[in-house]
């Protein structure tokens, strides 16, 4: 069965202070893998796309990169606009179907 | 362009009464996908269209739920007989490629 695992679930850093989420996955057929960012009462809102192992994505503070069976954001410096939940999500085969982890929630203290 | 507008924001209403949610998308997307999200939990893939086709839906969604678009714009997701277990957040979101661009919902409570 395809499952996706975000770890942590919960993160606290002190602004200024780098880490790194974890999003691991069994898919099959995978076609890429999405991060979103969600803060709270709002929809998931699109950070990046990565589609084959070794691929890195930047933007601001964000990073990400994937392997052939997990991906990780990594956030350097972080301020306290950084806090939310990051979701993964790995892409089937099919068009349509994407699979959500059930996010890392990013806490940043000033 | 304005985003994915999603109508109501938030709804509250009794066990066993029936609800419609809208969806309108991003103008020329072709793709619009419905999701539910609990608390603590990701967006659960629902159904998803391609124009007017429904071509895809969840065993999630029960013979209570149904879904429509007409004309492949706007979208409807309607729940019949609700029970508590339906409270969530409905979520929607519209393509044209590969990404998704989701609204920021409609939250149902069931009393």
């Known amino acids: 069965e395809d499952q996706v695992t975000q770890s942590p679930e919960a993160l606290r850093l002190q602004e200024g202070e780098s880490s790194s989420l974890n999003c691991s996955y069994t898919?099959?057929?995978?076609?890429?893998l999405f991060w979103y960012r969600q803060d709270p009462g709002k929809g998931p809102e699109f950070l990046f796309t990565?589609?084959?192992a070794g691929e890195e994505k930047e933007k601001e503070r964000l990073k990400a990169t994937l392997t052939k069976k997990e991906s990780f954001l990594h956030i350097t410096a972080p301020k306290p606009e950084d806090s939310a939940t990051y979701l993964c999500a790995p892409r089937y085969s099919s068009a349509s179907k994407i699979i959500f982890g059930s996010g890392t929630r990013l806490s940043i203290r000033p | 362009d304005t985003g994915v507008s999603q109508d109501p924001r938030h709804k509250i209403t009794k066990r066993g009464q029936n609800v419609t949610f809208r969806c309108d998308p991003i103008?020329?997307?072709?793709?619009l996908y419905w999701y539910r999200q609990t608390l603590g939990q990701g967006p659960e893939f629902l159904t998803y269209?391609?124009?007017?086709?429904?071509?895809?839906k969840s065993r999630l969604l029960s013979d209570r739920f149904s879904a429509e678009r007409p004309k492949g714009s706007f979208s409807t997701l309607e729940i019949q007989r609700t029970e508590q277990g339906d409270s969530a957040m409905y979520l929607c979101a519209s393509s044209r490629d590969d990404i998704q661009y989701f609204g920021a919902g409609t939250r149902l409570s069931v009393l």
């Open positions: 898919v099959s057929g995978l076609r890429g």
């Open positions: 103008s020329e997307h072709n793709r």
């Open positions: 269209f391609q124009n007017e086709a429904q071509l895809e």
């Open positions: 990565l589609y084959s």
